[in-house]
Every structure is written in structure tokens, then in C-alpha cells.
């Protein structure tokens, strides 16, 4: 079964360093808390909005070890209005025998705003 992994962050500035760095955070605790084995990963998708143009956040991936040959694709978010600012998304196309229940989707920063539902009490 293929399953997604969905997270979020955001960045306070638009830099190359601050879009890496988030990004490779964000991810790193994505395949832990998730325990992801890059070899299991069919394809990630990563979006930004429109205001992060410094880097490519796939950038980010590529550092991992392991995850040299995984499919990553970057776009760009649609932009709605009064949509959050600043944001990297990531969705990670995984295949694994966890039910959706048992998936830890992660938030963080300004982001853990766009699921408050999946916080934890």
C-alpha cells in the first residue's frame, strides 16, 4: 500500500540557508517519526509559496543519506488568498503496511496552524 506523509514548515526568511535548513529538519523528522526507508519511497512532492524563490527544498533531500535516488519533484503552491506565508510543503509517496491512523503527518513553526486537528493534546 502506498500511503502519503504529509508535512509542513515554515521559513522566516527567503535564503538559501533558512529554505535548506528547514527543509532538511522538516524531512528528518518526517522518516523518523515515520521510521521511512528511503528504498520503500515510491516519489516526494515538495511545494513553496510564491515568496521562496532562493532554493530548490529538494536540495534539502539530497543530503540525506540514502535518498540520492529517490524521485522529488518542487512546485510552486497555489496562491489563495490569505493562504500562510513563507511555507514548504512536503508529501512523501511512501509504501508501508501502517494504516492512515498510525502515519505521523508533521507540522512545524507557523505551519502547525494548517492541521490543528492532527496536534497531539
Excluded at 524563490?53 to 496562491?79: D, H, N
Amino acid at each position: 500500500m502506498i500511503r502519503g506523509v504529509r508535512g509542513a514548515t515554515t521559513v522566516n526568511r527567503d535564503t538559501e540557508k533558512d529554505v535548506i535548513e528547514a527543509s532538511e529538519k522538516l524531512l528528518s523528522e518526517m522518516i523518523s517519526a515515520n521510521e521511512i526507508e528511503p528504498d520503500l519511497v515510491a516519489s516526494v512532492f515538495i511545494s513553496v509559496t510564491e515568496d521562496i524563490s532562493s532554493a530548490f527544498p529538494a536540495k534539502a533531500l539530497r543530503q540525506v543519506k540514502g535518498w540520492k535516488y529517490v524521485p522529488v519533484m518542487c512546485m510552486t503552491e497555489i496562491p489563495v488568498t490569505g493562504s500562510l506565508p513563507a511555507c514548504i510543503r512536503i508529501m512523501v509517496h511512501w509504501n508501508t503496511e501502517k494504516s492512515q491512523q498510525d502515519i505521523q503527518h508533521v507540522y512545524q513553526e507557523k505551519a502547525v496552524a494548517l492541521r490543528p486537528d492532527l496536534k497531539e493534546a
